[in-house]
């Protein structure tokens, strides 16, 4: 009867439900904003991973509308009537009743990447990123190649006149005058031919360019004569014209406005608190501004004062998590930082000083929390994130992808420039890159003496001196881009951008592929519980493996962007930053896991290490175990057998048990009124 109710014990404890993601986005708004229509009182706007959201008033609150829309990364947009044509990632979708459902319409489209749409009378026009210029008469059920002496196939850009339909490519403009049949090159004046966008007003037709700035022609297209005077930033992504106004939207500088047919142009930021606009739209005296990861920005006054217009835009890049306390801080691609203090359930914009807002990485170190940015360095907050100040002094290298700290040494992994060490709070920093062959650094894992760098293409290197010099440790890794590491006692896990995970337990001396049912091998990023393991993935979700990383199980249940960047976990909660989905939240108990610790504790003061293990763990507490506890501690099976029985030793506040010859699987551990589960892996 004893062994019976232990196994019903066991078998509760494996009673695992699916878990429950929800959104938890609530303030934290923003994202990449690829697109952006306007008709009548509607405002569209097409996200890179959030799919589609509408504005009704203006642009004060927008709302998600994705019913059908089984493609969340909208390039392009066009409105005719009643029907509003997206162009993604899988081809085009079409809704005919204001953005509530969508439908597939990829009937001979045979390349599915559509980068612009341009519509005139009944004939739609997708350029397509490798296919050219596909055309639609019959409202997109059905397309036509039209690529006939057309020599480039990605098409940025599209825009009709009349007659007149033209094709901005990354090898110049191209003409049709017979609706897409055959195609002319209009290159004469182009001194650069990356177009990445095109305007018409009037007889006026005008290019931007990738690094060339703006060119005007003024007969069709024949000739173009450049128009840079003022333009600072000849990175030209996107056009709009609203009258005699011209508006450029550029690749980090922000917009520029010339009220004079191109001929000067002046900057107009004021408020724009993201440089990097994609797209553009006006209605009246509306100028709408998507940015690439700080949403949508507003000015009613032709550019010269802007607003953040995000409320309800939940589509952020969340590329990093880091928890202290109950503070749970968010780094998002083009956002800057987001702080929730209550769980998730708020969150609200730490951006004082944070003067790049593409933040890669965080660390926190007491009072001290570091950014590690895309371009601008490191970051350093003192006040919970409510101001910061750059810290880049000896850091030759601000493409800062991965931070880890260690007592006073902070460790910061970089984009081509390798590890760079701080001694001193970031204050100053030195490069550590002796032995370290392969210089780009995605990730960072510090276990004691031990420091681990995850490189792209160079696999895993190991430092035991502070980083003063380094040894590549790959023996078993079959692929070496790395994309994420994690470190559970003396099991270390490694995440690559391809091949899934690999576990060393010696070192990283050896190791070995961990991929059963894993079914997606890209693993961005990994989070620890115990013995259980959180894999998230590039367009695979989250998987979680209970056993050490030998069997792996996918659990998406209401994780609706499955692009998973960033996992954390705080209290008994864990978290989830996606790729233009925000932050997702699941309780650990819907996982099975009441533990919360990376190893687990019987008692407040009293804990098990490792976990999972092969060889021994060690029972340790901060004080000496009293003689009035059960003199024994029993080690279970899953069947409710007793494998191990040890005595304790009283007063001593360490008890080290060999379990070299127990076999892989679950065991359990009892210790006066307390049960606790481990792991063996072998």
């Known amino acids: 009867m004893k062994k019976i109710l232990f196994l019903f014990f066991v078998l509760s404890s494996f009673n695992v439900v699916y878990s429950q993601w929800e959104e938890c986005n609530n303030g934290l708004y923003g994202g990449v904003i690829r697109a952006l229509a306007i008709s009548g009182s509607n405002i569209f706007a097409g996200t890179e991973g959030g799919g589609m959201f509408l504005s009704t008033d203006g642009g004060n609150s927008w709302s998600q509308k994705n019913n059908g829309l089984t493609i969340t990364g909208v390039f392009s947009l066009a409105i005719s009537g009643s029907n509003i044509f997206a162009g993604t990632w899988g081809g085009v979708f079409l809704s005919t009743d204001g953005g509530n459902s969508w439908s597939q319409k990829n009937n001979g489209l045979t390349i599915t990447g559509v980068f612009s749409l341009a519509i005139s009378g009944s004939n739609i026009f997708a350029g397509t990123g ?3 210029v596909f055309l639609s008469t019959d409202g997109g059920n059905s397309w036509s190649e039209k690529n006939n002496r057309f020599t480039n196939t990605l098409v940025n850009s599209l825009a009709i006149s009349g007659s007149n339909i033209f094709a901005g490519t990354t090898v110049g403009v191209f ?18 031919t990356y177009v990445w966008s095109l305007a018409i007003s009037g007889s006026n037709i005008f290019a931007g360019t990738g690094g ?9 297209g024949n000739s173009w004569t450049e128009k840079n005077n003022g333009l600072t930033n000849t990175e030209v992504i996107s056009l709009a014209i609203s009258g005699s106004n011209i508006f450029a939207g550029t690749w980090g500088g922000g917009v520029f406005l010339s009220t004079d047919g191109g001929n000067g142009w002046t900057q107009k930021n004021n408020g724009l608190t993201n440089t990097y ?15 690439y ?4 920005f507003l000015s009613t006054d032709g550019g010269n004062s802007w607003t953040e217009k995000n409320n309800g835009l939940t589509n952020t890049y969340v590329w990093s998590l880091a928890i202290s306390g109950s503070n749970i801080f968010a780094g998002t691609g083009g956002g800057g930082v987001f702080l929730s203090t209550d769980g998730g359930n708020s969150w609200t914009q730490k951006n004082n000083g944070l003067t790049y807002t593409y933040v890669r990485s965080l660390a926190i170190s007491g009072s001290n929390i570091f950014a590690g940015t895309w371009g601008g360095g490191v970051f350093l907050s003192t006040d919970g994130g409510n101001s910061w100040s750059q810290k880049n002094n000896g850091l030759t290298n601000t493409y800062v992808w991965s931070l880890a700290i260690s007592g006073s040494n902070i460790f910061a992994g970089t984009l081509g420039g390798g590890v760079f060490l701080s001694t001193d709070g970031g204050n100053s920093w030195t490069q550590k890159n002796n032995g370290l062959t392969y210089t780009n650094v995605v990730s960072l894992a510090i276990s004691g003496s031990n420091i681990f760098v995850g490189t792209w293409g160079g696999g895993v290197f190991l430092s035991t001196d502070g980083g003063n010099s380094w040894s590549q440790k790959n023996n078993g890794l079959t692929y070496t881009y790395l994309r994420s590491l994690a470190i559970s006692g003396s099991y270390i896990f490694a995440g690559t951008g391809g091949v899934g995970v690999f576990l060393s337990t010696d ?3 050896s190791w070995t592929e961990k991929n059963n049912g894993l079914t997606n091998t890209e ?29 792996w199980t996918q659990k998406n249940n209401g994780l609706t962007n499955t692009y998973v960047y960033s996992l954390a976990i705080s209290g008994s909660n864990i978290f989830a930053g996606t790729l233009g989905g925000g932050v997702f939240r699941a309780k650990l108990s819907d996982f099975g896991i009441t533990s919360v610790a990376n190893d687990y504790f019987l008692n407040n003061d009293i804990l098990i290490s490792p976990n999972p293990a092969s060889d021994y763990i060690e029972i340790t507490s901060n004080m000496s175990f009293p003689r009035n506890r059960e003199s024994e501690i029993k080690i279970y099976n899953t069947l409710g057998e007793c494998v191990i029985i040890v005595g304790v030793h009283c007063n001593e506040p360490l008890q080290r048990i060999d379990i070299s ?22």
Do not use: Q
């Open 507 to 509: 070192g990283g001396n």
């Open 661 to 682: 010859h127990l076999s892989a699987g679950v065991y359990f551990i009892k210790f006066g009124n307390f049960t606790e589960k481990f792991m063996v892996v072998r």
């Open 293 to 296: 990861g700080g949403g949508v």
């Open 175 to 192: 003409l049709s005058t017979d609706g897409g049949n055959s195609w002319t090159e209009k290159n004469n004046g182009l001194t650069n």
């Open 277 to 291: 606009v994609y797209s553009l739209a006006i209605s009246g005296s509306n100028i709408f501004a998507g940015t």
């Open 130 to 132: 490798g296919g050219g």
């Open 212 to 220: 060339g700035g703006v060119f005007l022609s003024i007969d069709g």
């Open 523 to 551: 693993v961005i990023s990994l989070a620890i519980s115990g013995s259980n393991i959180f894999a998230g993935t590039w367009g695979g979700g989250v998987f979680l493996s209970t056993d050490g990383g030998n069997g």
